[in-house]
């Protein structure tokens, strides 16, 4: 790959105009609707994206059982009535050959794709403080020039496989759930193994198990899953949608989490227990993340109530599975409900009653290695056709750890946040003028219904650059008070939730890195509504937080 060294261009260049005004990186939820505003703006720029077309998540992610999770008429672009009354959702949780195509619809619709160019992965960008600009350099050698640098670069973007030895040997097929090939899979005569069962483990499983000639699932630690209820939206029902969507996104707007989902304004235990179980028997039969989002006031922050709650749902698990051993596998015993990302599933546990489906526990009977036949266990070895890791993402901050981010004095941006992100509102980082990080860590939307935490940050930074641009300003900087009162405003509200401090990737945990955790939150856990006041006090105060020159 290239690096960025001051011979790659003239030594004179800095006295040269720039090629863009803005470039940002990413083509995907966010990088889109960046683009349609930088393209409304009529300013010059470029987008930049890895793929070859546009989606993001959406383009990568293609394994069988890749769907929201969130309503999709929450998860739709609001900024365009027109888009929302031509596009038709088919699902209530749309799967992702639909969720591509609306993507391309967008691009297509607002001839996005003119300003973006696909194929190219960014491999560094440099701040020069000599003409206040990034010079931002392409895996194939191309570079560009540009005032602000924006960066859309994706929340989960970055893979990671397990480190198991032998796994180069494997004979048979094996990939990353995020690298699934585009070719269809024949899988009717597959022995097929998995490892990992988060969200994505969950939905391919669910998917495939009656599908395989045989599966076998490496856990090593079960999750809270809890039912999708996924159905068709007829034509009537799109209508109602379409007419509510004001309705749709307001309420959202009013959520923690920015879906239609939010807590209910009772406590646990100030509920008689009868009331209790039919309020959480009414929550498991809904669809969607109401059993999470929308539950009890008090079930994500109390571990007491939650308690309760966790009970409820180890019962819901034991009803579906025959085999009670097997069932108490499946049942995390480690941590309590909702406290790390909670996956949702159409018949996931039924998979395991089924006599082509099998677990292994991983937790008892640990991968020893790969072998060119399939996984040795300290059990035995199991053989496959084909071997999938579902094994998640260096999230959140593992995407701008891939790109050498340098700015003044030659500071690296993945040094910088050795110990965790330090930000200006998620949005900004001192010593890194100009450069924006939309979606990044610390910021409201990492953790929320991303178009809707998208959408509001996107906007909030439009506005900003309007300012920039009216004032004509040449640089922005975030004040180092905003960057540390924001630490401690991050750091508190981490604390008081129980989300976050689990091992997941809300935590920055991952043992397929050299290092287990990321040390400080990186998801801010304050609250759309919260985070959107944050922005707006901002705005008000002709950005008090920052430096312009
Ligand atoms: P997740 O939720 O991070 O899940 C990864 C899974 O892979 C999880 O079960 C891990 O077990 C397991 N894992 C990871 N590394 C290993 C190794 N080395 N050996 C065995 N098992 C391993 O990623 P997903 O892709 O499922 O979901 C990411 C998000 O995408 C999801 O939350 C949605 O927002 C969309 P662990 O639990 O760490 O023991």
Redesign the pocket.
């Known amino acids: 790959m290239p690096s960025l060294t001051k011979e790659t261009k003239s030594t004179a260049w800095h006295a040269q105009p720039l090629d863009y005004e803005v470039i940002a990186i990413g083509a995907g939820v966010c990088g889109l609707y960046q683009t349609y505003r930088l393209q409304k703006m009529g300013i010059k720029f470029l987008t930049l994206e890895a793929g070859s077309d546009v989606g993001g998540t959406w383009y990568w992610n293609r394994y069988p059982g890749a769907r929201f999770d969130s309503e999709s008429f929450t998860y739709a672009y609001s900024f365009s009535k027109e888009l929302l009354d031509e596009w038709d959702w088919s699902e209530r949780f749309a799967g992702q050959p639909e969720t591509e195509a609306y993507f391309q619809y967008v691009a297509k619709k607002f001839d996005l794709r003119k300003n973006i160019q696909f194929n190219t992965r960014v491999a560094s960008a440099r701040y020069n403080e000599e003409n206040r600009s990034w010079t931002v350099l392409c895996a194939d050698g191309r570079e560009y020039t540009t005032r602000f640098l924006v960066t859309a670069i994706g929340v989960?973007s970055a893979p990671t496989r397990?480190r198991y030895k032998g796994m180069d040997k494997f004979k048979g097929q094996s990939f990353h759930?995020f690298d699934w090939p585009s070719e269809p899979l024949d899988f009717a005569r597959l022995r097929v193994g998995i490892?990992?069962?988060?969200?994505?483990?969950v939905q391919i499983i669910s998917e495939i198990a009656d599908k395989v000639a045989d599966l076998t699932v490496?856990q090593?630690?079960p999750n809270w899953c809890a039912p999708l209820r996924n159905r068709p939206i007829t034509k009537e029902e799109m209508a109602e949608i379409r007419a509510s969507y004001d309705k749709i996104f307001a309420r959202c707007a009013q959520t923690p989490g920015g879906f239609i989902h939010g807590p209910d304004d009772r406590a646990t235990f100030d509920v008689p227990e009868a009331e209790r179980l039919a309020f959480w028997e009414q929550l498991y039969a809904a669809p969607g993340f109401g059993k999470w989002l929308g539950n009890f006031r008090d079930i994500l922050m109390d571990a007491t109530a939650n308690a309760e709650f966790t009970r409820f749902m180890s019962a819901k698990i034991r009803e579906r599975i025959n085999d009670p051993a097997l069932a108490e596998k499946l049942i995390p015993k480690d941590h309590q409900f909702g406290t790390r990302?909670v996956p949702l599933e159409t018949n996931y546990y039924e998979c395991y009653n089924r006599d082509n489906v099998h677990l292994v526990d991983?937790s008892e009977t640990p991968?020893l290695e790969i072998t060119e036949k399939g996984v040795l266990t300290s059990d035995r070895e199991y053989e496959f056709d084909l071997l999938i890791y579902?094994?998640?993402?260096d999230a959140i901050t593992g995407a701008y750890d891939r790109i050498d981010f340098v700015g003044e004095n030659g500071v690296y941006l993945r040094d910088k946040w050795a110990d965790g992100p330090l930000t200006a509102l998620g949005v900004m980082t001192t010593g890194f003028p100009n450069l924006l990080t939309m979606a990044g860590p610390q910021s409201g939307s990492a953790g929320q219904n991303f178009p809707r935490g998208i959408e509001e940050v996107i906007n909030w930074w439009s506005e900003l650059l309007e300012y920039i641009r009216g004032n004509g300003y040449t640089k922005i900087e975030p004040k180092q008070e905003l960057e540390d009162a924001w630490l401690e405003h991050v750091i508190k509200m981490g604390d008081g939730a129980l989300l976050g401090k689990e091992?997941?990737?809300f935590s920055g945990y991952n043992?397929?890195l050299d290092r287990e955790y990321k040390p400080r939150y990186l998801i801010y856990m304050g609250g759309a509504p919260r985070y959107r006041k944050r922005l707006a006090e901002q705005a008000q105060s002709n950005y008090s937080g920052f430096n312009f020159s």
């Not at 490892?195 to 483990?201: A, F, P, R």
């Not at 579902?390 to 993402?393: L, P, V």
């Open positions: 989960l397990p759930t490892i990992g069962t988060g969200s994505t483990g490496f090593r630690r990302r991983i991968i579902a094994t998640g993402f091992k997941s990737w043992t397929n």
